[in-house]
């Protein structure tokens, strides 16, 4: 218990260190992002929302895919508050709700998956789409052109992340590494099913890369469609900070860091700041919002049940 409260209060102490260093390197930018922040145009915040909406959506099917490969049927509505319930428990810190939080929302529905299945299927979920995402960006750097990007790490990243997929690995890494939750065989994937979940999500990061650049444009950035794929990217690149920064719950403020210093490319600073802290807020709005969705589709669909008439 000791050492827990001491990881919390270790990370809670980072993040404020790391948000006051970034409010004093920032700002003279901030004074340009602010008022632009707040005078944000609404038509284009709203079509950011609803492209963020249709990429968590996405997202959402990749993950059912996954575990419909692992044998494991959960309907779309339970799926959709699990996985939001987990983005949002990023931020209690501590680290070990994100996966906890899928566990029990699948047995509150009545999903009787065991704990090896679901904690597997997080991690495939986790690898093929940083995968994916990586190779988005890449095809953005094509597009763009001159870009200060972090290749090596990137690379060696994708490098191990890849190794660690492949059917036969995942399976003797998973058996190991999850054998205190009880120990499961879990089913080799094969090759067209993890192939299908890259180009899935690949598309899943251009959306988000199409509601990174409305985010961009409510700020008064001008930059155009041909930006889109480097800005799914630039999101997949954040997300994958955010993971491997454990130490910040949800990768706050590590994930804007990393995002604003690749923005620059096609946006100048306080259009860049400004549409990375909106992004920020954005993302915890839609997570909540689809989260209440999810569990009011729920209810309907089980209060249809209740009432549907018995035929013998």
């Known amino acids: 218990m000791n050492r827990r409260r001491a990881w919390i209060a270790a990370q809670l102490l980072f993040v404020v260190a790391l948000l006051f260093f970034l409010g004093f390197a920032l700002r003279d930018t901030w004074a340009d992002a ?31 895919w996954i575990l419909r490969a692992l044998d494991v ?16 428990a990023k931020y209690v810190p501590g680290g070990i709700w ?14 009787d998956a065991a704990t090896p299945l679901v904690l597997s299927s997080i991690l495939l979920e986790a690898g093929l789409s940083a995968v994916s995402g990586v190779l988005v960006f890449a095809a953005g750097l094509v597009i763009v052109g001159d870009v200060n990007a972090p290749l090596l790490p990137l690379t060696l990243f994708t490098g191990v992340v890849v190794f660690a997929l492949h059917p036969r690995v995942f399976r ?25 979940l890259l180009a899935f999500y690949a598309v899943s990061w251009v959306v988000g890369g199409a509601a990174f650049l409305f985010l961009l444009r409510a700020v008064g950035g001008d930059a155009g469609a041909e930006s889109i794929v480097f800005l799914g990217g ?3 690149v954040g ?15 590590v994930r804007e860091a990393s995002m604003y210093g690749l923005v620059l490319a096609v946006a100048p600073s306080g259009v860049a700041l400004g549409a990375v802290v909106l992004n920020r807020i954005l993302i915890t709005v839609v997570e909540g919002l689809l989260l209440l969705v999810g569990a009011l589709l729920w209810r309907r669909r089980r209060a249809a049940l209740r009432s549907a008439p018995v035929t013998p």
């Open 172 to 196: 003797w890494l998973a058996t190991r590494v999850f054998r205190p939750f009880g120990g499961v065989e879990l089913p080799e994937l094969p090759y067209r099913v993890l192939l299908g």
């Open 98 to 111: 994100t996966p906890a939080a899928r566990v029990v929302w699948l047995r509150k529905a009545g999903i």
């Open 73 to 88: 049927r959960v309907s779309y509505e339970v799926a959709l508050q699990a996985e939001m319930a987990s983005l949002l």
């Open 239 to 253: 997300a994958i900070v955010a993971v491997l920064s454990i130490i910040a719950p949800s990768g706050l403020g």
């Open 34 to 64: 602010g008022p632009r922040i707040r005078d944000a145009d609404v038509g284009d915040l709203l079509i950011a929302t609803v492209l963020l909406g249709a990429y968590y959506c996405l997202f959402v099917v990749g993950w059912q």
């Open 234 to 236: 630039v999101a997949a």
